[in-house]
């Protein structure tokens, strides 16, 4: 059922999909007629149903996503997009894609990156930097003399020059921005050194210790001190709705200590399953059937590990805390969802730099 409605989600709401096979949502109606101040009233000759192209979604408002007390330093720039706010079409009417992902316009996403970096309060004037990202734990150091401000870490069309899952840098005016839909967004910031750090940690790139070793990294380059250190886990798929493989557990077992808190074992009762289990009925032998305890990871708790691991003091560890797949905001879904909308979702934004502003 919840993979169902956020397909719906994803075409463009619940609502059209319901009234699309003629089923009404939260508004009695009949073929006949319609249900107005509480009277039904007959339709007149010639008067079309209410229907989809009648209800047009009311867009929620943009927002960005912030880590509470981070606003006092002036001087830093951050924010987590959701999917509202933007002007893309194909996963659902405003929506705010900033990947540029083979299904959408390519204006569409340099608007929605553009009133992305304005809501961030750059006012344009910074320069958002993105790399091509592969699940690796590779960590980007972008220098003064990589040309970031002048364009040079991006192809004429906007693409990232760079690849890897993690940057860091300390120049001011370079926002730097990881896109996710489900993976973890995590930032990191030195606010005595002014130095900025967003890393893209999927389970692979969690896996291989890409926020622990980029901390490292940030310690060798910068002289950063793990008490100077800020950081926010941004909204990604929760344990909820992150099911994974019996083959993820134990690559975690092998490489953590503390594997077995970031696991649970969660018991489906299927509905359908439990009323008619005659239509469930395997010739599977007896130790091997398939009905057993989906695994859950935390990858939320995983990343806030490797962050204790280096160092950071808890209490200067945000973790937003909102599941990508199943936040709603007014019953709609809050973030892109790539497990969520069956791989086919827009990108949000993790962002973080020191502006040129101030
Ligand atoms: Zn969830």
Redesign the pocket.
Known sequence: MKNWLESAEAIGGVDELLASVGLGHGRRKTLAGTWKDGERRKREPGEKARGVAARRVVATAASVVRAPGWEKYGWLRHGFSTRFGGVSKIYGEGALNLGWTKEDNVGKVAENRRRFLQLLDTQNLDKLITISQFHSGLVRVIEAEDGAREGRLETANGRAVLRGDGMMTDIPGVMLGVQVADCVPVLVVDVRRRVVAAFHAGWRGTLARIVERGIGRMRLRYGSRPEDLLAVVGPA??????SVGEEVRFEFESQFAYAPELFSEVYDSDPVRNKYPLLFLTARAPGHSNIGPQIHLDLWQANRLQLLDAGLNAKRITVIGE?????RVDGRLKYFSHR?ESGFAGRMMGVVGVTSTE
């Open positions: 798929i929760g344990a909820c709705c992150y599941c990508s797949a199943c936040t969520g």
